[in-house]
């Protein structure tokens, strides 16, 4: 008998709950159910600047609303938290401060300016030049002591290779003259990434690591630090990226990524649980449609394939159309019908909207199409700005989709103020912004008032419309969006 399993999923509340972490809470929840384990879920709030509290309600809120459950969690509590990063500060100084005096790791006085310095006369590339890496710790403590401000980074070999295992790759080795003096305390105190994920995972007992693939490359980095420490390795499982279908990692621009969207559009959570478990994994039958229980007495990590699961929304809705015809009554379906679109607050939303333009009861369904569909059929001839060219207009909207992205007030009266902003910003009138987002967002040049509207459908349904409306004007090539992020900083600040 080896140690009882237990594994977590680690999001990072910086944005919109995302199809990636569902894909990865789903299949640690159920390699933990099927191994008899425990399931944590840990809240990697470090960036203090791009983390949010709201952003870390929708995560738990949308990974509950999938029929996802955990053992252990900032939520609930449990025997190793706290489960959120940012309430664990000492914990992580108290290690750096053990890596210090073992001499693994040392502190970094650089200014900004010298890394500046070093970039520009070496490249981006190079990293950084270990200036600091010999000064002796008699000084180090009498600089740090004086309130100098720095850094803290772990030292890397300069030469020589790592190894590690990976479940899936097997072994993978990484030269460590590419591995850069990984920075692990920040000058504001908090931990990077890279060490805080390391000593909680010791910690709160994690026996196998299961995450993305993009995190592969860090793993050297991460071994290293369990060995200084003097720690046994958990089992390093990554999971295949999520890719649209032309193969690219899967992106906002090609599909929408975030859960909200998909519950807004419609579609079931058990069937959207049940296709994120076809990414890369299969049950022993073959059968497409199965449960999460289902997906607990079945997963194998060993079988999940490589292959670059393509999340492909026609099929998902192929999946979520069987659940509604084969699992539901319709009885039951009525209720779903009601608790989705005819529930009380919704509505009660609506009708004030409408009723100014209503004639007779029946006008309803046509004014209110728009806020029960998932797409809205659209033309380009009528996506229009009075002086611009079409390429000009979807410019304009992808700097709107930007805005609107870090925009966490999605009320009217916030998106009033936006709109009037963005306009302003860009010279055009506030008629100008708001025609071609009349009809990007209902299919019509007339509807309900905007910004009410708006506020109804929720910041996923109205980018995923925005962003439809500019493929239709002719997208934006890799080029343009180069120059359009520039600008786009110039006028709002940097986004993510
Ligand atoms: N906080 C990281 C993320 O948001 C977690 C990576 C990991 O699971 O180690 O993806």
């Given at each position: 008998m080896g140690r009882q399993v237990r594994v977590r999923v680690a999001p990072s509340?910086?944005?919109?709950?995302?199809?990636?972490?569902?894909?990865?809470?789903?299949f640690n929840c159920a390699f933990a159910r099927r191994r008899g384990g425990k399931f944590i879920l840990r809240i990697e709030d470090t960036d203090r600047v791009r983390s949010s509290e709201e952003s870390e309600v929708a995560i738990l809120e949308s990974l509950r609303w999938l029929?996802?459950?955990?053992?252990?969690?900032?939520?609930?509590?449990?025997?190793?938290?706290?489960?959120?990063?940012?309430?664990?500060?000492?914990?992580?100084?108290?290690?750096?401060?053990?890596?210090?005096?073992?001499?693994?790791?040392?502190?970094?006085?650089?200014?900004?300016?010298?890394?500046?310095?070093?970039?520009?006369?070496?490249g981006a590339d190079t990293g950084y030049d270990r200036h600091c890496r010999s000064i002796s710790s008699k000084e180090s403590d009498r600089r740090a002591a004086a309130g100098e401000p720095f850094v803290v980074r772990m030292k890397i070999p300069p030469e020589g290779q790592s190894l590690f295992q990976d479940l899936l790759r097997g072994e993978i080795c990484k030269e460590w003259s590419l591995v850069d003096d990984q920075i692990i305390l920040k000058s504001d105190g908090f931990p990077t990434y890279h060490l805080a994920v390391v000593v909680d995972d010791h910690l709160m007992g994690v026996t196998h690591v299961i995450r993305g693939e993009e995190w592969i490359n860090s793993?050297?980095?991460?071994?290293?630090?369990?060995?200084?420490?003097?720690?046994?390795?958990?089992?390093?499982?990554?999971l295949p990226l999520l890719r649209n279908r032309d193969k690219s990692k899967l992106s906002k621009r090609k599909n929408p990524t975030s859960i909200n969207y998909y519950r807004q559009a419609g579609y079931l959570p058990e069937a959207?649980?049940?296709?994120?478990?076809?990414?890369?994994?299969?049950?022993?039958?073959?059968?497409?449609?199965?449960?999460?229980?289902?997906?607990?007495?079945?997963?194998?990590?060993?079988?999940?394939?490589?292959?670059?699961?393509?999340?492909?929304?026609?099929?998902?809705?192929?999946l979520n159309g069987r659940y509604i015809r084969e699992d539901y009554a319709p009885e039951a379906l009525q209720e779903k019908l009601e608790e989705w679109a005819l529930n009380q607050e919704r509505i009660g939303k609506i009708v004030p909207l409408v009723q100014p333009r209503l004639e007779t009861l029946a006008d309803w369904g046509g004014l209110t199409t728009a806020f029960f569909a998932d797409e809205v059929s659209l033309a380009a001839e009528d996506l229009k700005m009075k002086g611009k060219k079409p390429e000009e207009l979807a410019a304009i909207l992808q700097m709107l989709v930007w805005r609107l992205e870090q925009q966490r007030d999605f009320t009217a009266p916030a998106l009033d103020a936006l709109f009037r902003e963005m306009s302003q910003k860009f010279g055009i009138t506030l008629r100008d912004l708001t025609g071609p987002c009349f009809v990007a967002l209902s299919g019509k040049p007339v509807w309900t008032p905007l910004f009410d509207s708006m506020e109804i459908l929720g910041s996923d349904m109205v980018?995923?419309?925005?962003?439809?409306?500019?493929?239709?004007?002719?997208?934006?090539?890799?080029?343009?969006?180069?120059?359009?992020?520039?600008?786009?900083?110039?006028?709002?600040?940097?986004?993510?």
């Open positions: 509340p910086t944005g919109d709950p995302h199809l990636g972490t569902a894909y990865q809470a789903l029929g996802l459950s955990w053992d252990e969690g900032p939520d609930i509590g449990g025997p190793h938290g706290p489960y959120r990063q940012s309430e664990r500060t000492e914990i992580y100084r108290q290690h750096v401060d053990r890596l210090l005096e073992t001499g693994h790791a040392y502190r970094c006085f650089c200014t900004r300016e010298r890394l500046e310095e070093i970039r520009t006369r070496q793993v050297p980095k991460h071994v290293k630090l369990y060995e200084y420490f003097g720690w046994e390795l958990p089992v390093f499982c990554h959207l649980l049940n296709y994120l478990g076809l990414m890369g994994w299969a049950m022993p039958t073959g059968e497409e449609k199965f449960t999460l229980e289902q997906m607990c007495q079945n997963l194998e990590l060993e079988k999940i394939s490589l292959g670059g699961p393509v999340f492909d929304v026609a099929k998902l809705r192929w980018r995923m419309r925005l962003q439809r409306a500019i493929e239709v004007l002719g997208g934006i090539s890799g080029k343009k969006r180069k120059e359009l992020d520039k600008q786009y900083t110039a006028l709002f600040g940097y986004r993510d």
